[in-house]
């Protein structure tokens, strides 16, 4: 167990050493004494090398793309460029202040502008605004411009359809926004039942809510017929497009019928996400819904740019500010440096290394939702239940073998869920040695349960009681 800076501390140690301070000190002497303080924080005292191996040994028991494949599915775990750390971290970027004068900021202005621009023609929808914070946000936002656009209009309509493979935010951001969910029980490879979407689609269902490609990684293939069953209906059509990286140069949502999305920047475009953000969920509209926007939206006239405040039918503002900056500087840059013919290899080798590990792994477990995919899939392990051993424990035994573990339970609708996405830059030699190991997992199930129900072995902390730890967390020793 790694000590804290407190418990390394040693009177006398110091990382640094700066020259006496010959200057007299201005802000003590003009400070009341009885203000001041009379004795020195008690702060660690510990050398440079003691620091920086505290640090570094940290860091070791931390899993990132950096170390080894990240399998999550449904969070795309990119490999975010490290140029574009050094590109937001530039002086002229990270040092700007939100209350510095329009005209001292035009530059990050056009940064904001060309990237709601990109967006609109990636998406292919007609105007975005940059300001949620995260994807569940950007439903949010969604959700209220829905609700605004159907208050224009005097129409009552109180419900939000989401099928049942939907991420939870979906219902959550739904209800939050003052609407009611109606679940919509999805087909075994999670796509939707017209039939059954037919009977839901009531006149007071404002919204319905897709992920395309869906959670379980298939494409919806009757998305044009949906969208035009909801179009006749008066309905809108929200996508869910946190994870863009299976269409991303290929398809526009836009262009199947899709009247809101969001994207996360921190999955698909250049944002390291995982251990809570920031992140960035822009929100897209058709032209349609424009002026339902947040505020403020950025404008331009001839070459000079600006924040506008007003808006006669804007869901009003719904942060800080405007954005998180320096994700928004990573997405351009990514999509700058791409382009268009970059962008369209993403999602080509997106699908094309999810569908090669779904091709050897539909060997050693069912793959209830068929044989090909877009840029995730989703396993089975309740075969493993006849040697007493759960998908918990294969994903635990996998944080032994240097991997971060895949998502697993979810969707809710496949028993014993493992759901993979392995990113597209993973070349095929790594994917191989995942696979390598996943099979030997798979044969230790058979062979030695008790060693994959008491993993892992190798980190840190075993097996943790979660709920405990969500219930009672400890937060101090
Ligand atoms: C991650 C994700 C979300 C939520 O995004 P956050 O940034 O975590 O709020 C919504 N939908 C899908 C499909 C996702 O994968």
Redesign the pocket.
Known sequence: MEKLLNELSCDGHSAFSLPENDMPDAMTSSIPSHLTRQHPPALPQVSEMELLRHFTRLSYKNHSLAKNLYPLG???MKYNPVVNEKICRMAGLSRLHPYQPENTIQGALEILYELEHSLCEIAGMDAFTLQPA??????FAGMLIARNYFKSKNQQRTKIIVPDS??G??PSSATLAGFSVVPLPSEKDGSIDIEKLKIALTPDVACIML?VPN?LGVFEKQILTIAQIAHDNGTLLYY?G??LNALIGTARPGDFGFDIIHI?L??TFSTP?GGGGP?S?PVGVKAFLAPFLPVPSITKKGKSFALAFKGRRTIGRLRSFYGNFPVLVRAYAYIVALGGKGLTRVSHHAVLNANYLLSVLKDVLPAPAGTRCMHEFVLSGKPLAQYGVRTLDVAKRLLDKGYYAPTIYFPLIVEEAIMIEPTETETKKTMDEFVAVFRAILAEAATDPSTLTTSPHTTPVSRLNEVEAARKPILHF
């Open positions: 449904s969070c795309t995260a994807g569940a946000h950007g439903e939907a991420h935010t979906n992920t959670t869910d946190a994870n996360n921190h999955k996400h992140g969920g």
